[in-house]
Each structure stands twice: as C-alpha cells, then as structure tokens.
C-alpha cells in the first residue's frame, strides 16, 4: 500500500523542523519533492525519512567537530600568530579613537566658526525666485 504524499507543512510537523527549513531542504535538492497538478509540493514519506536520516548524520558530525575545539591547546605558532593579531587589534582601536578624537575637535571648531560668523537676530534677505519661464528661452 502506498504511503500518501505529504505537503511541507505535514512534513515539517513529522520532522520536528519549521516549513523554510524542510522549503531550503527542497530548494537546495536535499530532499526530493515533486510538484501536483495545482503546483503545490509533495513530499514522499520515505524520502522524508531518508533526508532525516542524512541530516542527523550531518548533526553528529558537527557534534563531533564541536568537541575538537575544546581539545589540545594550541601550537606555540598559533600562540604567537595570535599575539600578533592582538597586537594589531590593540594598535587599530587605538588609532580609531585618535580619529574621533580628531572628529569631535573638528567638529566643535566648525560650530564655533558657524556661531561667530552668523549675524545675532538677523537673517538675510532670501532672493526672489527664479520664474520658470526665464529658463524656458533657451
């Protein structure tokens, strides 16, 4: 007997995962699904099974590579590769607060400049504007 064919969303309620998940799954040909005469996906049981079970490989492998990093501490290479590279960091945060160091003095000279240089209280006169039809005699 023929198993019936299921939609995403049956397939995603069997497998314990969210329909984008089992939709990428489809998307990126890892599990197989075929599409109906309304164009609407259908998903065969025992390819959902068989895609279950590649994923949960694909998970003990991640697993298992999860548990190496907590394991032999690192070559004296790496140590020093990583000083380095500290070092560096250190040396770049440092030059960016230079900058905004220099940013806000920057900043503040303009303002001052700007407060000086505008009349107290008096704005000046805007000049009329330009008509439409002075451009249109080209």
Known sequence: ????????????????????TIMNAIKDR??????????R???DPSDLSKWLSDRSDIATVK?????????????????IRIAVLEAELKG???RI??????RD???AQAQELARRDAPQGQLAPLPPPRRWWSWRRG
């Open 1 to 20: 007997m023929l198993l019936p064919m299921l939609t995403p969303q049956q397939a995603s309620n069997r497998a314990k995962v969210s329909r984008g």
């Open 105 to 107: 003095g920057w900043k």
């Open 97 to 102: 607060a230079d900058l905004e160091r220099d």
């Open 41 to 43: 996906w259908q998903i």
């Open 92 to 94: 770049k945060e440092q």
């Open 63 to 79: 697993g298992v590579n999860s548990d190496s990093q907590h394991g032999p501490p690192p070559s004296d290479e790496n140590l």
């Open 30 to 39: 890892h599990l197989l699904a075929r599409r109906d005469n309304r164009n």
